[in-house]
């Protein structure tokens, strides 16, 4: 399906994605491999994709944004991904050459995700568990990634920043919300708001509560 991508990568271009990096990513990552064999045919279309257990799979300009948000601010280091999901975006956060930790709370998607990342040799570390409350054991991160929407910024998460470091995460209420990056400086942290995007929700401790 190397077309398919080419096609999908100029699109992106199309639509405003200018880092090279992270195009170069979108053209090496096989996105069809992260969804099921029937929805392959669509896997490279911009859009969102169903991906079980009422997740989605990000449509392609929605990656490419927040990946360029982060790589324009923060081109390499450590990066903690909240919300697996189809372990699309650990490849394309690999692919970039970051050092990727991601945390899912779903068994059933973390269970998934593991078997495509590890059957490509991508190598991520992955744990199961609530993502709003992060990684202590390893942090610092250089980068955080929210691939879910925020009801506000989360303040653990806030606090594994190393000095210097850069979130992207959804903020706003079920409906959309704000892509908004916030870099850590010093005890400081200064913020930028990007247009709005339509995430399903982080649900955790810092995070919306299961009933949504």
Not at 46 to 62: E, L, N, R, V
Not at 124 to 131: E, H, I, P, S, T
Request: glycine letters at 10%; charged letters at 20%.
């Amino acid at each position: 399906m190397a077309q398919e991508r080419r096609e999908m990568v100029e699109q992106l271009k199309f639509y405003g994605i200018t880092n090279l990096r992270v195009l170069d990513a979108f053209m090496t990552v096989k996105r069809h491999l992260f969804v099921d064999e029937q929805s392959r045919p669509y896997a490279y279309d911009d859009c969102a994709w169903p991906i079980g257990y009422g997740q989605t799979i990000s449509q392609p300009f929605t990656v490419a944004f927040m990946t360029s948000l982060l790589v324009e601010r923060r081109p390499s280091g450590r990066v903690l991904e909240i919300g697996t999901g189809s372990g699309y975006q650990s490849a394309i956060l690999d692919a970039l050459g970051y050092q990727v930790f991601t945390i899912e709370r779903v068994p059933g998607l973390f269970e998934m995700a593991g078997r495509a990342l590890d059957e490509l040799g991508v190598p991520v570390a992955r744990r199961l568990g609530d993502g709003t409350l992060g990684w202590p054991e390893e942090a610092p991160f250089d980068g955080i990634i929210v691939t879910a929407a925020a009801p506000d910024q989360p303040s653990t998460l806030l606090s594994q920043l190393a000095d210097g470091g850069v979130m992207v995460v959804p903020v706003g209420d079920l409906a959309s919300q704000e892509m908004t990056v916030i870099r850590r400086v010093g005890s400081r942290f200064e913020h930028e708001v990007f247009q709005r995007f339509a995430f399903v929700p982080l649900c955790g401790r810092e995070g919306w509560p299961e009933s949504n």
